[in-house]
């Protein structure tokens, strides 16, 4: 997600309008919206504020309009399809990063005095050689309950979306042996994405079924089919793995439709893939380390914090993945941990949202710096839109006052703090203790 001031509270919109050298250039994915783009279709949830709601509003072929709205800005400059490849630094500063275009192979250099990166894989830290946290933390690390007793690498792992449906004519299917491996005898296409921005659809299934976790989600705690329960890749490095993940699912997906169409010839006989993704929904990646570690129990108890500038919401959504070689069917969860604690709004602070080592680093997403277990609540999209109106804030503050982040909390936390407030003030109410919500919340 990239800064627009339209998408400030309506008050502070015609205050000001970050120049593009303010924010500097951020590290995105390859297209905009990231999980919530049209290719992959996921529900931005968590914090539903002013910026979120306009970036991700949809086109009728559910596009989002975020590109056109940022294109209109004179101030900004959008490069799409484009992966950072190297960064160069001075010290303990970054001066300038490589990108390369997809299509074309166009190689970029960008040089600025701030960096964001809003890639949610921490990528520009990685090439830099920021300090980055992975994996799970143990229980006794933070003290958290919901970790482990033992710290491992396992993390969140990606996931492909897909649609099927019923031609109005027969549709034939060929022997998929080499996807038949992978899905064994799985034989239910439950949890589709019913169109972009509504996942958790049912689908067809045939013969006996395995049982899997149930998945209540909702105002009603209802039960749904879990769209993010076709998850693979928990245990592989997931800088290296992501096409190897995306195939094993494809198969798992392709091997599951031949399971239904074959257990049960006449009732799917017309059964057809309508649509599958060419990119899997990203999952975990490393974390930043900043001058703060958000841990789950500052969120349980919504620790008051002298830079909390903005405030997130949603539950702990912690997903769980068999041991290697444990599950027969390895590309669904074994299960996942709900936790929608006390529904209350919680800070998140400004020392989250800067690196530990790098001076004009800053990062927005799901891999500000916290805990794999406060991860699972900060890495909701809505809540990553609240990190990127801080940043771009802030950034815009350290240009102006010729400082680095750090030194924005340490001598203009103040000012911060006010501009930030401009901006989010339709969101939350910072002046309450926990922040008050000021939007009609979404399930999550």
């Known amino acids: 997600m990239l800064w627009s001031s339209a998408g400030a509270c309506p008050d502070a919109r015609p205050r000001w309008q970050p120049p593009v050298s303010a924010s500097g250039w951020r590290s995105s994915t390859t297209v905009l919206g990231g999980n919530a783009s049209k290719e992959i279709g996921l529900m931005p949830r968590g914090t539903q504020g002013a910026l979120l709601k306009e970036l991700s509003a949809r086109t009728a072929d559910g596009d989002l309009v975020a590109y056109s709205l940022l294109d ?73 309950p919901l970790a482990p007793d033992v710290a491992d690498d396992m993390h969140h792992g990606n996931t492909l979306f897909f649609r099927t449906r019923m031609a109005d004519h027969p549709v034939p299917f060929p022997d998929v042996p080499w996807a038949i491996e992978v899905a064994k005898d799985y034989a239910n296409l439950s949890g589709q994405l ?11 299934k045939a013969g006996s079924n395995p049982n899997t976790p149930e998945f209540r989600f909702g105002k009603r705690n ?18 290296t793995s992501g096409e190897l993940v ?5 198969r798992a997906l392709y091997g599951t439709f031949s399971n239904v169409k074959r257990l049960e010839p006449e009732a799917h006989a017309n059964l057809e893939f309508e649509w599958m993704a ?25 620790k008051e914090f002298p830079d909390a500038l903005i405030a997130n919401d949603g539950s702990f959504c912690i997903h769980c993945a068999f041991a290697p070689g444990e599950g027969k069917y390895d590309f669904r969860l074994k299960d996942w941990i709900f936790d929608g604690r006390d529904k209350e709004a919680y800070g998140i602070p400004f020392r989250c949202l800067y690196s530990a080592n790098i001076d004009n680093l800053m990062m927005a997403g799901k891999h500000i710096s916290v805990t794999h277990v406060a991860g699972s609540s900060t890495k909701l999209m809505g809540n990553g839109a609240q990190h990127g109106v801080a940043v771009a804030a802030a950034a815009l503050l350290c240009k102006t006052l010729g400082t680095t982040p750090r030194g924005l909390y340490q001598n203009h936390l103040e000012d911060l703090r006010n501009l930030v407030d401009k901006l989010t003030s339709c969101d939350h109410d910072m002046a309450i203790h926990p922040p008050l919500r000021r939007y009609e919340p979404v399930p999550g």
Do not use: C
């Open 278 to 302: 060419f990119v899997a929904a990203q999952g975990e990646f490393r974390r930043y380390k900043g001058d703060y570690v958000l841990t789950e129990n500052d969120i349980r108890t919504h």
């Open 222 to 239: 209802d039960v749904f089919p879990a769209t993010h329960f076709w998850e693979y890749g928990q245990w592989l490095d997931p800088y």
């Open 194 to 204: 019913v169109q972009p921005g509504v996942e958790n659809g049912p689908g067809p």
């Open 72 to 144: 209109a800005e004179p101030t900004a400059s959008v490069f799409i399809e484009h992966r950072i490849v190297a960064a160069a630094t001075d010290g303990n500063r970054i001066i300038s990063i490589d990108a390369v275009q997809a299509r074309g192979g166009h190689e970029r250099r960008f040089t600025a005095d701030m960096f964001i990166d809003t890639s949610g894989v921490a990528i520009l830290g990685v090439l830099a050689g920021a300090d980055t946290l992975f994996g799970r933390e143990s229980r006794a690390q933070y003290d958290e």
């Open 246 to 250: 995306r195939d094993y699912l494809m």
